[in-house]
């Protein structure tokens, strides 16, 4: 997938994207629960690092990650779901010398077994212990969620939290929101879904939950279907220049979310991405420009 910028051509963003220069300081949000701070963009691993065994694919993901680092990122997500994508993540931060700013998310999705289940996940990242651990999809929630409290009391895990996508089950994540201390949710939100603001993120600023904004860009239809038309004049009034960055901004805007989580295999996307938490932020006026504006395209 090429990305539509206000560059002259495909070729010539791409080549630009991957000389992309690291923001002097990415923005950041503190995780209300203890005040750490995390960069507000982070990397997704969803189908993008699901690779297999081949070597060329699993040393491009490693460059991506080393790309990532370098621009100031630190939150990586990924899942036992998410075929390969564990192993490959686990590789290359072992290839890159397990950079230390690091903070791993994974995901339990067990109906039963979660403990087993985390622990082949740490394996194959390589890592001492996750920082954050979530209940991925809800899945046998009420067995998995007090696994993962226990595991943070014991000080095997750093941070709880529970995870949803494409609108599922908002209700139900209402409940648990409002009846259990937890520590993260991860959630849909971009500029066209955006039932997340009804409730749930006034919700989680509510009762100090960080917030993961999942599918920023749709599996990447969002953007093919943007890169059909220019980015807006304007989008240079906070430092946009690729309808990516745009979206990006939109949603890490948001006073409640906490970090953005976009999955690419692409060196020049993941510095696109990683851009787009330098410079200026949107106001709420212009954050519903930029909704207003991408709904009627």
């Not at 590789?91 to 985390?118: C, H, N, T, Y």
């Not at 745009?246 to 006073?255: D, N, T």
């Amino acid at each position: 997938m090429k990305r539509r910028t206000l560059l002259a051509s495909p070729l010539a963003a791409a080549a630009a994207w991957a000389q992309t220069p690291a923001p002097a300081r990415p923005a950041s949000r503190p995780i209300p629960s203890s005040g750490e701070e995390i960069p507000v963009i982070g990397l997704g691993s969803w189908i993008t690092f699901n690779v297999g065994n081949d070597p060329p694919a699993r040393a491009n993901c490693a460059e991506v990650m080393r790309n990532f680092f370098a621009m100031g990122g630190r939150l990586i997500d990924s899942s036992p779901m998410y075929g390969s994508s564990q192993g490959v993540i686990g590789e290359g931060l072992k290839k890159l010398g397990m950079p230390r700013g690091l903070f791993s998310a994974d995901k339990v999705w067990a109906s039963s077994g979660g403990a087993a289940q985390i622990e082949a996940s740490r394996r194959l990242w390589q890592v001492p212990r996750f920082d954050l651990l979530q209940v991925h999809n809800l899945l046998a929630w009420q067995e998995q969620l007090p696994l993962l409290v226990s595991m943070k009391a014991a000080g095997q895990l750093r941070y709880v939290g529970i995870t949803t996508s494409e609108g599922r089950r908002h209700r139900e994540i209402e409940q648990i929101m409002r009846s259990h201390r937890i520590d993260f949710v991860q959630l849909t939100y971009n500029p066209l879904d955006r039932e997340a603001e009804q409730r749930l993120l006034p919700l989680a600023r509510e009762r100090g939950i960080a917030v993961l904004a999942n599918r920023p860009f749709r599996e990447g239809a969002l953007l093919r279907e943007l890169q059909r038309y220019p980015v807006p004049a304007w989008a240079r009034e906070i430092d946009c220049v690729s309808w990516a960055q745009l979206v990006l901004k939109f949603i890490v805007s948001h006073p409640a979310v906490t970090c953005a989580i976009p999955a690419t295999s692409s060196v020049a996307h993941v510095r696109e991405n990683m851009a787009a938490a330098g410079g200026r932020m949107p106001d709420e006026a212009l954050r519903q420009r930029i909704a207003q504006h991408i709904e009627k395209l």
